[in-house]
């Protein structure tokens, strides 16, 4: 079975340049996940799907961010512009049923943007 | 305020010996924890996970122990294998809240 799969894995751009990232989550999961991890921390929630639906977006920053899931499979995630901060890992994850808190969630590899 | 503390930023342990990694948490509400295994360039990659209502749970090598009154838990690899040099990252939920929250994680290293 595949799992997450992201795309890239790796990008650099200047700043104030738009940047997309790519998820397909696993074959059948209904709820996307995609996490910021910053050097040396945990990974920190940015918005949650499930299904088609943003049912959790509080803490993205949405002057910069946007987000989206259609039909309910891949999603992509946008910043633009991008910023010297922004520079990070970019984890998508999966989960099976409807965001259960007793759900384990599948991380794919993980897209790192540097920014300059 | 860090609602998931990994206290021990690395551990380094021979070949064949047991590793003990700790996790603390705070919010009485978290009943559900998992342990993620992370190599360089990778994603974290799902170990093991507990239910507040165990105490225990065991799979191969790893066992996770659970003390809720302690809100404490901790992963134990026995015996250690050099390839299990990498990251652990412990996580929490519960409650109404699907959203895992992480540790920073620890750097383990098994030395042959």
């Known amino acids: 079975e595949a799992g997450v799969v992201q795309s890239p894995r790796y990008k650099i751009i200047e700043k104030k340049q738009p940047v997309a990232f790519w998820c397909n989550p696993i074959?059948?999961?209904?709820?996307l996940y995609w996490y910021l991890q910053n050097l040396g921390q945990g990974p920190e929630l940015l918005i949650r799907?499930?299904?088609?639906?943003?049912?959790?977006d509080s803490q993205l920053p949405k002057d910069r961010f946007s987000a989206e899931r259609l039909k309910g499979v891949d999603s992509t995630l946008k910043i633009q512009p991008a910023e010297l901060g922004d520079s990070a890992v970019y984890l998508c994850?999966?989960?099976?049923?409807?965001?259960?808190?007793?759900?384990?969630?599948?991380f794919g590899p993980g897209t790192r943007l540097l920014v300059l | 305020d860090q609602q998931v503390k990994q206290n021990s930023p690395s551990l380094s342990v021979q070949e064949g010996r047991i590793s003990i990694l700790n996790c603390d948490y705070t919010n009485s509400m978290f009943d559900y924890f998992l342990w993620y295994k992370k190599y360089p360039a990778e994603g974290p990659t799902f170990l093991i996970s507990i239910s507040s209502i165990k105490d225990k749970n065991e799979d191969g090598r790893f066992t996770v122990f659970l003390n809720k009154s302690a809100k404490h838990l901790s992963l134990h690899i026995v015996p250690s294998q050099p390839g299990d040099s990498a990251v652990y990252f412990c996580?929490?939920?519960?409650?109404?809240?699907?959203?895992?929250?992480f540790g920073k994680g620890t750097l383990l290293t098994v030395n042959p």
């Open positions: 996580a929490a939920s519960g409650g109404s809240n699907y959203k895992l929250t």
């Open positions: 994850a999966s989960s099976l049923g409807q965001g259960q808190n007793q759900e384990t969630q599948y």
């Open positions: 799907y499930e299904n088609e639906e943003a049912v959790d």
């Open positions: 074959s059948g999961h209904n709820t």
